[in-house]
């Protein structure tokens, strides 16, 4: 569950878990050398490299459990019978008190009360390489876990950079993308069989799919701007007459902690052109991926996904989200970065001639291998295992 700080129930919720971890505590002084060697994972959702490693929990020498403070998303995945963990369960939080390897990654919150057990390995899977400079201030933070996973050498290089302490790091890369690194590896036939396949499953029938995906606003004031199109619905009745034209469908992806207003969602709802897609309703983010031709977004670390399909990405220019300024612009923002008055000549071009996008933007395929470098195996899972094993062992 992500803490919502307008939120009075999220307060409550997480006073009550804090209550519960500390009434659970003194069991450690009963666990003994038998005891289940339990590991355990905790984030926002079971999505991303946590659910990596969940899918192969049957290739893991211990039983896996997903830790959630949240009841209704724990009693919608007790539904689909996932081995859970309910925050403000006394039995649950005895279980995980005596673990022997908690993974996050968004953080350990209050449950970094935990480290003083040297008992329990603590791993940090992150979830993505920051636009921003502000989400490395504090990077001595993950000093505190025993291993910190990451996705490329160059992930490892910006840690340097932000003068991190810990010698605790270790290039993985993403479990999480494992899976779309083996379809960008697919034939042509496999990768067409797939995207039929997921455009019936998500009702998104299209010869052609953009995906627009911006990050989240950091910087609240930005959200006034004229110029930031995402919360304004001329911006969207725009995008409906060029998507009608140019005769594709444009999937609407916002950031998860990003706030769509109303009116838009009611103007989606009724656009034959633009289907909105929420994480909360839809929170397998590769899937849109694989389906689209062309990506849009702003700072959204979505695209150093998507780069591994060799498809067109657009970068808008528009007003920096981030309260800090954004990070390695040059690296980050690849693509080609275009005004927004220059979207329907763009996607007029490209949206059937890729060849010419890659002729203009040539270095975005040298990127690729820069930003991921050992993830282009798709075996980072594996690489997750075998230090959880070795952990269990």
């Given at each position: ?16 878990s ?5 009434i ?21 959702k ?53 673990c022997?390897i ?8 209050f ?13 940090d899977?992150n ?7 502000d ?17 490329s ?42 995207i ?13 799919i ?33 998507a009608?034209?140019n ?7 916002p ?12 103007y ?28 849009i ?10 780069i ?49 996008y890659?002729q ?34």
């Amino acid at each position: 569950m992500k803490f919502d700080k307008y939120n009075l129930s999220h307060y409550f919720i997480f006073l009550f878990s804090i209550l519960v971890l500390l009434i659970a505590l003194p069991s450690k002084l009963f666990q003994n050398q038998k005891s289940e060697k339990v590991v355990v994972l905790y984030g926002h959702k079971l999505y991303g490299n946590l659910k990596s490693i969940y899918l192969k929990k049957l290739e893991i020498n211990s039983r896996v459990f997903f830790l959630t403070l949240d009841k209704k998303y724990y009693l919608k995945l007790k539904e689909e019978n996932v081995n859970l963990l309910y925050g403000l369960n006394l039995k649950d939080v005895i279980k995980l008190v005596n673990c022997k390897i908690f993974i996050c990654d968004h953080g350990l919150h209050f449950y970094k009360l935990l480290i003083i057990f040297k008992n329990i390995i603590f791993i940090d899977t992150n979830h993505g390489i920051p636009y921003h400079k502000d989400a490395l201030n504090g990077i001595n933070y993950f000093s505190k876990f025993d291993e910190v996973w990451l996705m490329s050498e160059y992930h490892n290089k910006l840690f340097e950079t932000f003068d991190y302490k810990g010698e605790n790091t270790k290039v993985t890369g993403y479990g999480r993308l494992d899976n779309l690194v083996q379809f960008a590896n697919k034939t042509t036939h496999e990768k067409d069989e797939i995207i039929l396949e997921l455009k019936n499953k998500y009702n998104l029938i299209s010869e052609k799919i953009i995906l627009l995906a911006p990050t989240w606003v950091h910087e609240p004031k930005i959200l006034q701007n004229k110029n930031y199109p995402f919360n304004k619905i001329d911006f969207f009745k725009e995008l409906d007459v060029i998507a009608e034209k140019n005769n594709f469908l444009l999937i609407y992806r916002p950031h998860m902690n990003d706030y769509v207003p109303k009116e838009i969602i009611s103007y989606l709802n009724y656009s034959e052109n633009i289907r909105l897609r929420e994480f909360k309703k839809f929170t397998n983010a590769e899937d849109f991926l694989k389906i689209s031709d062309i990506l849009i977004t702003d700072w959204s670390s979505i695209a150093l996904d998507y780069i591994l399909l060799d498809r067109p990405v657009f970068f808008l220019d528009v007003p920096n989200p981030f309260k800090d300024g954004a990070l390695d612009d040059e690296i980050l923002r690849f693509g080609e970065k275009i005004f927004q008055s220059q979207l329907n000549t763009k996607l007029e071009v490209y949206i059937n001639d890729t060849d010419l996008y890659f002729q203009n933007n040539e270095n975005q395929k040298k990127i690729k291998y820069k930003i991921h470098d050992i993830g282009l195996d798709g075996e980072s899972a594996n690489r997750y295992l075998d230090t959880i094993n070795k952990y269990l062992a």
